[in-house]
């Protein structure tokens, strides 16, 4: 039998056996009506660590990210993110669909947006132009590559946003692998931005869940917005018990995810079939193959290793919670092989 080896994202990973239990053991009630004591232990213990006044749990990155969209912005409104954001990319239209906001698009390498490119992209109050209403950050950023902004950067461009007369969300769908190349703190990030995303079920290793991070009185019309998208949740404290072991238990070894994707790009570089490798900072290794990218991942396939098309040529390949040291020794034999057929 060959070895199965998903690496298309970190979202495929399974709990593991003591995070089943402990969501087991969830004590829960009705999250709609009144409360689930374990989603709000969640959102209570989350708006502390990132010094957050509360949070919200939603079933998924994308909820939390259109959620706050809406709540920062009116319809007409303009919406500033990097050009690889996923928002943009990856949310179905949202931005449109659901906050009926126009989008300004801003370059910079890796992902990272400077503080000094947000300045020339602001609408002047004029009836001619969308009001520019939001800043939206990513770190890590995925597309480009998992590449991370430090706290600093973070906290330079919220404070140039709100000079700007903007609000600023960030979405942090993987802040803890960033954390982690930086060796930073979540106090770092205290009283930076407005509003933060954070997916549980990727690196940290849950099945279900996101939490949406803000003041009182965002959170209070969040939560009226995600109840309107049909995002309200009853016994949800069984997935929030996931998410609470996952923070207690699964931030540390994301160093071990990293450490792995290294391993692979270092081994991927030597490979005749790669044409080039983008380094990873953190668990997300971009490359682009010699051959057609579909022909290359169809091969692969049948090797039993997965990954991901994401456009302009490059594959991605995740590791995460689910990978060992021996899938990746398993992988490099597979791309070492000059017949790959
Ligand atoms: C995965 C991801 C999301 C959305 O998360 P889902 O839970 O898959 O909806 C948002 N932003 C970024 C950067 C992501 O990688």
Redesign the pocket.
């Known amino acids: 039998m060959i070895r199965k080896v998903d690496l298309r ?1 970190d ?1 495929v990973t399974r709990p593991t056996p003591a995070m089943l239990q402990a969501m087991m053991k969830a004590e829960v009630g009705d999250d709609v009506i009144d409360k689930d004591p374990t989603t709000q232990k969640l959102e209570e213990m989350a708006a502390s660590i990132w010094g957050f006044e509360a949070a919200i749990f939603c079933p ?4 939390c ?1 259109q959620i706050a969209i809406m709540a920062h912005t009116q319809p007409g409104d303009e919406v500033i993110c990097h050009r690889l ?3 943009y990319w ?2 179905g239209g949202g931005i449109a669909a659901n906050a009926h906001c126009s989008i300004r698009l801003l370059d910079g390498e890796h992902g990272i947006i400077s503080p000094e490119s947000l300045a020339h992209n602001i609408n002047s109050i004029d009836d001619h132009h969308a009001r520019s209403a939001l800043l939206s950050l ?1 770190n ?3 597309k480009a590559g998992g590449t991370c902004y430090t706290a600093a950067q973070i906290r330079a461009l919220a404070d140039e946003g709100h000079r700007l007369g903007l609000k600023v969300h960030l ?1 942090g ?2 802040i803890y692998n960033a954390l982690i190349h930086n060796n930073e703190q979540p106090a770092d990030y205290h009283r930076s931005v407005d509003s933060m ?1 954070i ?1 549980l ?2 690196g940290l290793g849950c099945p279900v869940g ?1 939490l949406l991070l803000g003041s009182v009185d965002f959170i209070t019309r969040a939560k009226r917005i995600r109840k309107r998208l049909g995002g309200g949740m009853r016994q949800s404290g069984f997935l929030a018990a996931a998410g609470i072991f996952a923070l207690e238990n699964h931030i540390h070894r994301l160093a071990e995810d990293h450490e792995r994707a290294r391993k692979l790009a270092d081994g991927l570089k030597a490979s005749s079939w790669v044409s080039e490798v983008v380094p990873p900072q953190t668990n997300i290794v971009l490359f682009k193959s010699k051959k057609n990218p579909f022909e290359m991942a169809e091969k692969l396939e049948k090797h039993g290793i997965r990954l991901i098309y994401m456009g302009q040529g490059w594959l991605r390949l995740v590791t995460h919670l689910d990978i060992t040291d021996d899938d990746i020794k398993y992988c490099l034999e597979v791309f070492s092989t000059h017949d790959l057929d």
């Open positions: 994202s979202t998924s990155g994308t909820m990210n954001s996923h928002i990856y949310e990513e890590t950023v995925n979405d769908a993987r995303s997916c079920s990727k996101s």
